[in-house]
């Protein structure tokens, strides 16, 4: 057997790949930014049901934006979604990501306090006030845990990008996240996860970037 | 505001997770093991349609087990997928995750070819012959290349986890994959993704474990 036909570069499949959605979703649905949100999404998952699922509140690209341009710290639930956000766009965003949820202390707080590592983590990330976006892409209970904290004023992030997945819960924290004035990303209902979380961060990511370079001529 | 009212352990949320699966999906469907990753991926995503999507080759699972067992060193394409892979689980299996796809080596020698560094990385595993187990969750060409070694007998691995994802080549690639004789988990179509290739890899750890348990009485 011969070699396989394939298109083999990065930037021939994405482009290729950014095509067939848009012959499949109407992109008129959308503000342009947020389009590259909804875009990006769908290139991670392959599933056009996200086209309907993600709710971006009003400024809310523009609020994290605002924050990746200044530099500032992420902070996910999962070492997934850390690993999935681009690397090369952080360094030349002066921005850096965290995840905590395996630290120690984070652990011994969970055992002590009976409450899942992602809710220790987001308690324990809520002592850092340079995090200024929140990306949870896994645990409804971080969601629910930021969430209280915000009511409680002790935690106010620029932007929040609450995508939790599965079947208790999820919908549950997102909905409740819909309520807050902070400015937020969702997907509404069970569907979520890292990948998603992370593509989202990288799109933002990107608009920055070329924001920057418009900006420098 | 006072606290809100939600699921709190983990090992709540995983049950009554298993148990609003096994609402919606027949799982007369399906051999008792390959249920276990068809349940284990739908916890991941709640997308219901990988019950349809899900393809086990005969005795992929007990390929995957066996070697497994034998404390084998698994390769993913992604530094998502092996971040979702279980350390804990791994290591009590004395197995080990490898991803080389951000090695200095393989850069070079994506660039001095003309290909994608995910094609790269996997001429570079097939060097490893203790690799028995190859996940990939993200790049269909990772997929082809996998598949033009094997057939030129440059590659002999235990199990491949093929599920590549999006709408140029993934399909096409698992659908490639699907003919060969080497035991292989596919997700049909343009779905799939590194949570799903972790979630499988995670199911057949934890089958492992339990059949040691069982063994060791």
């Known amino acids: 057997m011969g070699n396989l036909s394939y298109v083999k570069t990065p930037e021939g499949i994405e482009k ?19 389009w590259n949100i909804v875009r990006r999404v ?5 599933d056009f ?18 924050a990746i341009q200044k530099g500032c710290r992420i902070y996910t639930d ?14 030349q965003l002066g921005c850096e990501v ?25 308690i324990m990330a809520s002592k850092f006030p340079d995090i200024k976006i929140y990306v949870l892409g896994n645990a409804p209970t971080a969601l629910f845990k930021l969430i209280e ?9 620029d932007l929040i990008i ?8 999820a919908a549950e924290s997102k909905e409740e996240l819909s ?3 902070v400015p937020h990303i969702i997907t509404k209902g069970q569907k979520g996860g890292s990948t998603i979380a992370a593509a989202i961060v990288n799109a933002l990511m990107y608009m920055s970037l070329e924001e920057k370079t418009i900006k420098n001529g």
């Open 16 to 34: 290729k790949s950014f095509e067939i959605i848009e012959e499949n979703v109407d992109k008129s649905n959308f503000d342009s930014k947020d």
């Open 149 to 157: 904290l915000i009511r409680e004023g002790k935690a106010c992030p």
């Open 49 to 66: 049901e996200f086209a309907n699922l993600l709710k971006l509140s009003p400024g809310a690209i523009e609020a994290g934006i605002l």
């Open 78 to 91: 999962t070492r997934m979604a850390e690993a999935g956000i681009n690397k090369k766009a952080l360094k």
């Open 98 to 122: 965290l995840c905590m949820v395996d630290d120690v202390q984070v652990l011994e707080m969970a055992n002590r306090e009976g409450i899942t590592r992602s809710m220790a983590s987001i």
């Open 179 to 181: 309520k807050l004035s």
């Open 162 to 169: 609450g995508v939790p997945v599965g079947f208790v819960g």
């Open 42 to 46: 769908i290139h991670t998952t392959a």
